[in-house]
């Protein structure tokens, strides 16, 4: 049998993490997003033990790991803000987030790195990085992944090299959290960053083996974009739409380094069109030699 690409998309978890499971291999996902709370803040619904259950019987009858689906933070949380009580809601949320996804052991928790409001990146940097040691433990399952951005505004992440400081300064100050921060790649904020992944893949991916190291990316977020490389814009268009095409896309997500990953898609799509994207990347999924 042929390899399957392992792809899903950013699903809705208001009914329940079982439902979400149910909604997600409904479309043909082999894997899933969504948002560990209200993606603008908020308190997190409580857990149903029963639910919990359920869904892990979902999942090992569908064959879904759950160290291939992805929760994400909320977009509030912004752990490198020049104001502590922003800063102190950061820490709060991604230590309940971090908690909680221990009821579905080895789940991809991502987040965004944060915008330093006027800071300046390495100060931003470290602040990232401080909230990261407070928040994670080793004894933890949940891989944290930090995501790559377009570096709108002042963002932090926009860069290969910024990503690596906030790991480095994590694990410099907490040895013992070595190995478990990853990255999520996100093929619209790489492009709008400024990394030409649509035509020059093999070079961004070497790019990103140098600085950061290929072992540490975990997941791609697998987006078009409605801007140019280099844009900074960060605005997501749906597969094939955008300026990275299909041609990139297929590229993509058929590299001998990328393809075994899980790809999520974040394109501005209801789930009808989440359904006809995944069954167009599936079409498209003809990997050669993966060494």
């Not at 993490?17 to 948002?35: C, K, N, P, V």
């Not at 990146?121 to 790559?148: N, R, Y």
């Not at 377009?150 to 013992?176: C, L, N, W, Y």
């Amino acid at each position: 049998m042929s390899e399957r690409l392992l792809i899903g998309a950013h699903m809705s978890i208001s009914g329940g993490y079982s439902a979400m499971l149910r909604a997600a291999i409904g479309i043909d996902g082999s894997t899933m997003q969504y948002f560990t709370r209200n993606p603008r803040g908020g308190d997190a619904k409580a857990l149903d033990p029963a639910d919990v259950a359920e869904a892990h019987k979902i999942a090992a009858d569908a064959g879904i790991s759950f160290s291939n689906t992805i929760a994400h933070a909320a977009y509030t949380v912004n752990p490198c803000s020049s104001k502590p009580e922003v800063r102190d809601f950061a820490v709060r949320s991604m230590r309940e987030d971090i908690e909680r996804l221990e009821n579905f052991p080895g789940t991809l928790y991502n987040f965004h790195p944060g915008t330093h409001t006027g800071q300046g990146a390495e100060a931003g940097i470290a602040l990232t990085a401080s909230c990261l040691c407070s928040v994670m433990s080793p004894e933890q399952k949940t891989v944290v992944l930090i995501e790559t951005m377009s570096g709108k505004g002042s963002e932090i992440g926009a860069t290969f090299e910024e990503v690596r400081a906030i790991i480095d300064a994590v694990e410099d100050a907490r040895p013992e959290l070595s190995g478990m921060l990853g990255v999520c790649l996100d093929t619209c904020h790489v492009s709008d960053g400024g990394y030409d992944i649509a035509h020059d893949t093999d070079g961004v991916i070497d790019e990103f083996d140098r600085v950061i190291g290929l072992g540490r990316l975990r997941a791609i977020h697998l987006n078009d974009s409605k801007n140019p490389v280099g844009a900074h814009k960060d605005r997501h268009e749906v597969i094939g739409g955008g300026t990275l095409g299909l041609d990139g896309i297929t590229r993509i997500i058929n590299n001998p380094r990328l393809c075994r990953l899980p790809f999520c898609l974040e394109t501005p799509n209801d789930i009808e069109g989440y359904r006809k994207e995944i069954a167009l990347l599936r079409s498209l999924f003809c990997p050669g030699d993966k060494k």
